[in-house]
Nanobody
Framework: QVQLVESGGGLVQAGGSLRLSCAASGRTFGSYPMGWFRQAPGKEREFVAAVTWNGGNTYYADSVKGRFTISRDNAKNTLWLQMNSLKPEDTAVYYC????????????????WGQGTQVTVSS
């Protein structure tokens, strides 16, 4: 079992920045890849970013590449998502997740999920 708790969401103007955090407990955090996903109202949950177990490789959706940065600190059991140059279309509930097996880009590949944190970007 693993517990994931996101924080750092909020309301920001377009062009602004937010830093999301995901605190993990239970499962051996450092052994598994981690990902960030988001879900806007009426839309399916979509991949945002992922990082390998040791932070050596990162992956991003095309829509956030160059603006978002995923990182982790295994000693602190923490995952982050730095979001810069935010756009109204980034508005969604953001979830962190711990990967089990399968594609990094696919939600069913992730076994554990946080409760989500709301990010709202105003124009």
């Amino acid at each position: 079992q693993v517990q994931l708790v996101e924080s750092g969401g909020g309301l920001v103007q377009a062009g602004g920045s937010l830093r999301l955090s995901c605190a993990a407990s239970g499962r051996t955090f450092g052994s598994y890849p981690m990902g960030w996903f988001r879900q806007a109202p009426g839309k399916e949950r979509e991949f945002v970013a992922a990082v390998t177990w040791n932070g050596g490789n990162t992956y991003y959706a095309d829509s956030v590449k160059g603006r978002f940065t995923i990182s982790r600190d295994n000693a602190k059991n923490t995952l982050w998502l730095q979001m810069n140059s935010l756009k109204p279309e980034d508005t969604a509930v953001y979830y962190c997740a711990s990967k089990a097996s399968g594609s990094l880009y696919s939600p069913p590949s992730y076994a554990y999920w946080g409760q989500g944190t709301q990010v709202t970007v105003s124009s």
